[in-house]
């Protein structure tokens, strides 16, 4: 249930994203310290070491073990189920030193040993860790195989109970050299020469080494399901917000098309009033000037003649095209130049409209008072020939 909503959450933060048409990447908030675990077949790992190992036998006769040093040799085999906890299977053996006559005896310990990574319990997760520390606690089964008259077999063999330390240090994300204390308690006698007090023969070892892991090696940070939830809340709290504002828009595009609707309509009503109505109408458009000019000011102003154009054009119509000025300001000669430039002027434009020149009857007025305020009287009026 726990990775169907995962995997859930996960989806959903994915499909918003895609919802949101973000190219960006999408960033799954994880926990610190928690993961997810793994295949079966990933994190495995094998380990060979070597180094020195003593011998420290529940029969003495008073000697040090440091007295009965040989070399020690392992190779371990085994998984990590979590970052903090693991189990592995291991050899060890070669010699060891009995006490005795410190004759070296042929033996072996083959046992399985729980692992704790105390680095990634206590301090969390961390796959680029440099150095992590892991005790370890296991049984297992040694023999020695050189024991004198043991059973008639020559060999001396006893349950084990196995600890240590093993110390791993990261190289490479598939590599890691060791560094393990281990040891070793069987039975007594183990060594060869059995005590007549209670007691276990020990052995204790110092080795390095190196460890490769194979396959898929650690793990993924477990999801942040609180995070990924409130993630997908906020998310889509803000796709309603933009659905709402479609809507919104919606409707007022909406408002717009019936209210251009209502406009085209109008308008088609309006186009078959104008059908009907006759050809032309007689009324005179004037076009005005500014101060001392006889160019025409806008193109709206022409436009606004148009329909005399089509009159004359349509109708075989002349136009009157009489130009003035302001008689309050310039000489009487000036105005009159300047009225008839005016009306040549506004008699150009109707012939860019399809007027025949030949349809057009232009004169200047010169300066007259005939309107108040003064600006009125600059002017070109356009009306049809009767």
């Known amino acids: 249930m726990k990775k169907f909503m995962i995997s859930l959450a996960i989806a959903s933060i994915a499909m918003v994203s895609y919802a949101q048409e973000t190219v960006s990447e999408v960033v799954v908030p994880t926990l610190k310290n928690s993961v997810v675990t793994n295949s079966f077949w990933s994190n495995w790992f094998v380990s060979v070491n070597g180094g020195y190992q003593v011998f420290n036998g529940a029969r003495t006769n008073g000697e040090s073990m440091f007295d009965h040093g040989t070399p020690a040799v392992s190779v371990n085999f085994g998984k990590w189920h979590t970052p903090g906890f693991g189990w592995r299977i291991g050899y060890n053996g070669w010699e060891l030193k009995s006490y005795e006559d410190a004759d070296k005896c042929d033996?072996?310990?083959?046992?399985?040993?729980?692992?704790?990574?105390?680095?990634?319990?206590?301090?969390?997760?961390?796959?680029?860790?440099?150095w992590n520390a892991i005790p370890y606690v296991g049984l297992g089964y040694g023999a020695n195989v050189d024991v004198k008259g043991a059973s008639g077999n020559g060999k001396a063999g006893s349950l084990t109970a196995n600890f240590g330390l093993l110390n791993t240090f990261r190289v490479a994300k598939h590599w890691a050299v060791n560094f393990e204390l281990s040891g070793m308690m069987a039975k007594n006698g183990f060594g060869g020469w059995a005590s007549h007090h209670n007691g276990y023969d020990m052995l204790f070892a110092a080795q390095v080494g190196v460890t490769y892991k194979f396959n898929r090696v650690g793990w993924d940070n477990a999801p942040d399901l609180d995070a990924i939830m409130a993630m997908n809340a906020a998310a889509l709290a803000e796709l309603n917000a933009q659905l709402q504002a479609k809507e919104a828009e919606n409707a007022q595009l909406k408002s717009q098309l019936a209210a251009a609707k209502a406009a085209l309509a109008k308008a088609q009503d309006r186009i078959k009033q104008l059908e009907a109505e006759p050809k032309f109408v007689d009324v005179a458009q004037s076009v005005f000037f500014a101060f001392n000019s006889s160019k025409v000011a806008s193109k709206k102003e022409i436009i606004n003649l148009q329909s005399l154009a089509n009159a004359a054009k349509n109708a075989g119509l002349k136009l009157s095209v009489v130009g003035y000025a302001d008689s309050a300001t310039g000489s009487a000669?000036?105005?009159?130049?300047?009225s008839e430039a005016r009306a040549k002027a506004v008699a150009a434009e109707l012939v860019k409209l399809g007027v025949a020149e030949s349809d057009l009857v232009v004169e200047g007025k010169g300066g007259v008072d005939a309107e108040k305020p003064a600006r009125l009287n600059r002017r070109v009026i356009i009306s049809i020939v009767k």
């Open 107 to 130: 033996f072996y310990n083959v046992h399985m040993d729980m692992l704790f990574n105390l680095s990634n319990l206590l301090c969390g997760y961390n796959e680029s860790r440099i």
């Open 333 to 338: 000669s000036y105005n009159q130049k300047l």
